[in-house]
């Protein structure tokens, strides 16, 4: 998202990322050729396994490396390897006069952990609940703007790699079972059924772990309210605190985005699962017919035809005794039915007044509740934000809480389907003298800029 991993107001406008990655062998350096990076993968995964003390390694080392994974035809191969080990020099490795052995630059470790993570795609939910929550109890204790610049340049900076990579990881979750049945172009018998249920059950565990990340993501939203709540007019902070929700909302975009692919899938592999089914049940039904008609014969039992199925196979009763009822019945005409006596109803006009006068009320009442409503939208859009609580109990005073809680309701349904304003509530409770029995949580209505 940003680049400014320590604390610095002065402005970095003038540094070209393009053309200083354009300038001599600076991209070559960066992201060396594949030999090369793979030298230093070989390289990493020793120090990993401990293979070198003190995580130090000397020039024979990296010249092994080179052999294990180069494809030369130079007559000299380490001199070439050489060469490699000067262009290392610049991001990768760091050399020790005294005990001439060399080892890993932080560029290093960050560009080998970085592939191996992405690679391995370790999805832990439960460590960004932790991250997130250790995000909210550290910004909550930020007072002066220094602090909070920090907190946003280099505390969020650090962890948002880590809340990106979950995310990334569902995806790539998604795209190998997918690749799963792409790679089976031609139909085995058996095979093919299993690739689809293991396929199936793959996005079914990637849609409950949609459910976990976006459930340890929903610590961002007090993030946002205590962000909103700091945002005091200083331009940079403000740029910075905008750089933060827009990164908020990138992860629910892409959230909703995984949600709406599985959904999109998985329907048409069940169908599919469906289509494969039918032809082989087709093929099971016409071997047993077929089994029946050459196995079967037909005998005479009690001078009727009899089909004999073969052993094993029950045979069915075709044929029932037809039984005997006693109906008995009355003839209308001898006996005809009584009339049945009328009644006559009277009006109650007391009734009648009070419906009329409960319509009336109602009435009332539902322009009552939409005049509140056009009042609430109003002040949204006049002074960007109203709070929704504190509303509720003023409309309860001037009408009474059962119309306010229509109110408070219809507005609320009305806002989610605007997406100019935001609803947001926090773990705050709301609460008035007038009205001790009623307890709401703190809500308030943005409109976004």
């Known amino acids: 998202m940003r680049n400014s991993p320590q604390l610095n107001t002065e402005p970095t406008d003038n540094f070209d990322f393009i053309k200083t990655l354009n300038e001599d062998k600076t991209y070559k350096l960066l992201f060396p050729p594949k030999d090369v990076g793979m030298a230093i993968i070989e390289i990493y995964e020793g120090i990993k396994n401990d293979f070198y003390e003190n995580q130090k390694f000397t020039e024979a080392d990296l010249h092994d490396a080179f052999a294990k994974v180069c494809r030369t035809n130079d007559r000299y191969p380490k001199e070439l390897y050489s060469a490699h080990i000067m262009d290392l020099q610049e991001y990768f490795l760091d050399y020790d006069q005294q005990s001439q052995k060399y080892f890993f630059k932080d560029y290093a470790y960050k560009f080998c952990e970085h592939a191996k993570n992405t690679l391995k795609g370790a999805f832990n939910p439960t460590r960004i609940q932790k991250i997130c929550t250790l995000l909210t109890n550290s910004l909550r204790s930020k007072q002066t703007d220094e602090d909070l610049i920090f907190w946003l340049t280099d505390e969020f900076n650090k962890y948002e790699p880590d809340l990106r990579e979950q995310i990334d990881f569902l995806d790539r979750q998604i795209v190998n079972a997918l690749d799963q049945l792409k790679q089976r172009t031609v139909i085995e018998k058996g095979s093919f059924i299993n690739i689809l249920i ?15 990340l976006r459930s340890a993501y929903a610590e961002t939203r007090m993030i946002r309210e205590i962000l909103n709540g700091k945002n005091t007019g200083n331009a940079e902070i403000g740029k910075l605190i905008r750089e933060v929700l827009f990164f908020i909302r990138y992860i629910n975009d892409r959230l909703n985005s995984i949600d709406k692919k599985l959904d999109r899938i998985q329907p048409k592999i069940r169908q599919l699962f469906s289509s494969l089914n ?18 079967s014969v037909i005998e005479y039992v009690d001078a009727q035809k009899t089909i004999i199925f073969p052993d094993g196979i029950v045979c069915p009763t075709l044929r029932y005794s037809t039984p005997n009822f006693t109906i008995i019945s009355k003839d209308k005409e001898l006996f005809p039915a009584k009339p049945k006596q009328r009644k006559h109803y009277i009006q109650n006009n007391a009734e009648i007044e009070g419906n009329r006068k409960k319509a009336i009320t109602f009435l009332k009442d539902i322009d009552t509740a939409q005049k509140w409503q056009h009042y609430i939208l109003s002040e949204i859009n006049l002074r960007n934000y109203i709070n929704l609580s504190e509303t509720f109990f003023s409309i309860a005073r001037q009408t009474n809480s059962s119309l306010a809680v229509t109110v408070l309701f219809n507005t609320i349904k009305q806002i989610s389907r605007m997406p100019s304003m935001q609803l947001e509530t926090a773990r705050e409770l709301y609460t008035d003298n007038e009205f001790k029995h009623i307890t709401l949580w703190k809500m308030e209505v943005r409109k976004l800029q």
């Open 278 to 295: 039918k032809p082989a049940f087709n093929a099971k039904v016409e071997r047993f017919i077929t089994y029946l008609l050459e196995k």
């Open 198 to 212: 293991t396929t199936n059950e793959s996005l079914s565990l990637s849609q409950s772990h949609v459910r976990e």
